[in-house]
Nanobody, 120 residues
Framework: VQLQASGGGLVLAGGSLRLSCAAA????????IGWFRQAPGKEREGVTC????????YYADSVKGRFTISRDNAKNTVYLQMNSLKPEDTAVYSC??????????????WGQGTQVTVSS
């Protein structure tokens, strides 16, 4: 099982980034995918998730209206479009695969993260 997050980088506040989560080794179209982030000294935070069919999404209040999650089941990939980035969005972003998408859902598979740094 592989979940590889990519697309992170350094961006100015107000800027945008698009992260990708490429999956392999499991039946991707049947899994919900979540994005999480962890900043230094802070607990991991669930950012957003999308259900298997892409018809249901959850967003944390901290990113609602700024971040958009989407998926392409033909490419086994989930995307996270991040707009209007703020310095407090700085963290390592990781993706995970599980059965359902909702706040507090548990996930079976976890991938490596990608660093997002937003400078003011």
């Amino acid at each position: 099982v592989q979940l590889q997050a990519s697309g992170g980088g350094l961006v100015l506040a107000g800027g945008s980034l698009r992260l990708s989560c490429a999956a392999a080794g499991f039946n991707f179209p049947y899994y919900a995918i979540g994005w999480f982030r962890q900043a230094p000294g802070k607990e991991r935070e669930g950012v957003t998730c999308i259900n298997a069919s892409g018809t249901s999404k959850y967003y944390a209040d901290s990113v609602k209206g700024r971040f958009t999650i989407s998926r392409d089941n033909a490419k086994n990939t989930v995307y996270l479009q991040m707009n209007s980035l703020k310095p407090e969005d700085t963290a390592v972003y990781s993706c995970a695969a599980g059965g359902l998408c909702y706040s507090g859902a548990t996930y079976s598979y976890w991938g490596q993260g990608t660093q997002v740094t937003v400078s003011s």
